[in-house]
């Protein structure tokens, strides 16, 4: 018998739900929210604020979160084929809202809709929204793609792309080029077609570097890491990020200072450390052992996701999940490649770890949609 085999045994005996990939998701959000309350506390009890504030709104973007992923993990994915179409235009009308004056500006960027103290950022829907128009255009031509069907489909993923890029979230547009690419491949376009693909990328981002597309400190933000001591005065930002994130994390240990311990996190001397650098948190406050659980937890989860599209009944089943766990795995790679100074720094959050609304509920939509095809693999 193999694996897969007994894979598919298990699943029938439990109806197809996948308690595993439900279960570890809810505790590592958990998780996250202890590690939200832990490396803010200090911070506002510092400058008088309470320091449950930001415990108390990631709870409540967990358990709204959570709610709808059991409501997502019993829908029919097969449904979704009907509702991608409105779910894919209604994600290009917001990406292209949020560049109005309905949107609002942080740090050089628009991308958000406010609405009181509730932050939407549409650019984390637009890659489920991408997903789900692939899938179901690759999963109504069982017999292949064609070469029109290939242009079509790099039109239809390159129109939020480019809207993501423009807001610019070039973090973002980086992981919907990698979820298309994994995509195509399972979907059977031929290796030699990606290959031209990633030649024509690079050129692309070659001309954008001349044209002016791409800022010069969107170039700098892309290349810093692999020269880490350079005194290039616009680098400064992104090596210190990188140079205080390795000494929380050098600082932990083996066992780590303990929660809410630790002068990196109580200094504040992290930036940004309970939304894209919360993973140093982890690894001053828990050290070595706190961080490679975390890490195990996530690789865990992004095998379940695998195993999902491995099992799926079809091909739409088999590309959302893929679409997904490609989604989830390069976002935390990416996170966590950052800190460690072996990527490039962007406002990627770590999933289901790093505080905000809505990347939290984004990532819990995306597990209820692969546990709404582990459901179903097995009738």
Excluded at 136 to 162: H, Q
Excluded at 262 to 282: M, S
Excluded at 345 to 358: E, K, R
Aim: hydrophobic share 55%.
């Amino acid at each position: 018998m193999t694996l897969l085999d007994a894979e598919t045994r298990s699943a029938k005996r439990t109806g197809g739900y996948d308690l595993i990939l439900a279960g570890l998701t809810l505790g590592v959000s958990a998780f996250g929210v202890i590690m939200v309350y832990s490396a803010t506390k200090a911070a506002l009890i510092s400058e008088g604020f309470s320091p449950y504030y930001f415990l108390k709104r990631q709870t409540l973007f967990v358990i709204i979160g959570a709610v709808i992923m059991l409501a997502v993990s019993k829908f029919d994915y097969r449904r979704f084929e009907q509702l991608a179409t409105p779910i894919y235009l209604l994600c290009i009308l917001a990406l292209l809202a949020v560049k109005s004056p309905l949107g609002s500006a942080a740090l050089g960027s628009q991308r958000w809709f406010s609405f009181g103290i509730i932050q939407i950022q549409p650019s984390e829907f637009a890659v489920l929204g991408m997903i789900l128009a692939i899938a179901t255009y690759c999963g109504r031509r069982p017999d292949g793609l064609t070469m029109r069907d290939v242009r079509r489909l790099l039109l239809m993923a390159g129109i939020p792309i480019a809207l993501v890029f423009l807001q610019p979230d070039l973090g973002t547009s980086i992981i919907m080029v990698v979820v298309l690419i994994v995509m195509l491949a399972i979907a059977g376009v031929p290796p030699r077609f990606l290959l031209l693909l990633g030649v024509l990328a690079a050129g692309a981002a070659v001309l954008a570097v001349v044209l002016g597309v791409l800022q010069h400190y969107q170039v700098v933000r892309l290349t810093s890491f692999l020269n880490q001591n350079s005194t290039n005065p616009a680098a400064a930002q992104y090596i210190y990020q990188v140079h205080q994130a390795k000494a929380a994390i050098g600082a932990g240990g083996l066992f780590g200072q303990g929660l809410s311990h630790g002068l990196q996190t109580n200094l504040d001397y992290v930036p940004e450390q309970h939304t894209d650098f919360i993973f140093t948190a982890v690894g001053e406050q828990l050290g070595f052992v706190g961080a490679a659980g975390l890490l195990a937890a996530l690789g865990v989860l992004a095998a379940r996701m695998l195993r999902v599209s491995m099992l799926a009944k079809d091909q739409l089943g088999q590309l959302i999940a893929v679409g997904i766990f490609t989604f989830f795995a390069f976002s935390c790679f990416q996170n966590v490649g950052m800190i460690m100074g072996i990527m490039q720094v962007t406002g990627i959050p770590l999933p289901f770890m790093s505080y905000g609304g809505s990347a939290a509920v984004c990532f819990f939509i995306s597990v209820g949609m692969v546990l709404s095809v582990s459901n179903r693999k097995a009738t």
